[in-house]
Nanobody, 123 residues
Framework: QVQLVESGGGLVQAGGSLRLSCAAS????????MGWYRQAPGQQREVVAT???????NYADSVKGRFTISRDNAKNTVYLQMNSLKPEDTAVYYC?????????????????WGQGTQVTVSS
């Protein structure tokens, strides 16, 4: 069964750091784009950062200069290093990936989401 499993969330004081990890497992042929999204209470889910298979990155303006997205293709894992955290960064963080899977009809790309991990930044 193909899935994304996240880890690394928690409670941290403002100014602190956390590192999120998201590992893809199962019968995966390859992985295209990967990204991190977040959803605060009462808010819509928003993109935080994305990274292509070639390593090109994009960030939301609110996290530029503080967060860094990276990936280890050998481990099918994407990371989000979060520094200088602010209370407004408090949210559930979700990993997303476009996974290429072998099927009986050939290769197909499916969009997968992780289960979410809570990040809470206290002031």
């Amino acid at each position: 069964q193909v899935q994304l499993v996240e880890s690394g969330g928690g409670l941290v004081q403002a100014g602190g750091s956390l590192r999120l990890s998201c590992a893809a497992s199962g019968s995966i042929f390859s992985i295209n784009g990967m990204g991190w999204y977040r959803q605060a209470p009462g808010q819509q889910r928003e993109v935080v950062a994305t990274i292509t298979s070639g390593g090109s990155t994009n960030y939301a303006d609110s996290v530029k200069g503080r967060f860094t997205i990276s990936r280890d293709n050998a481990k099918n894992t994407v990371y989000l290093q979060m520094n200088s955290l602010k209370p407004e960064d408090t949210a559930v963080y979700y990993c997303n990936a476009a996974l290429v899977v072998k099927t009986i009809t050939g290769l197909r790309v499916y969009d997968y989401w992780g289960q979410g991990t809570q990040v809470t930044v206290s002031s």
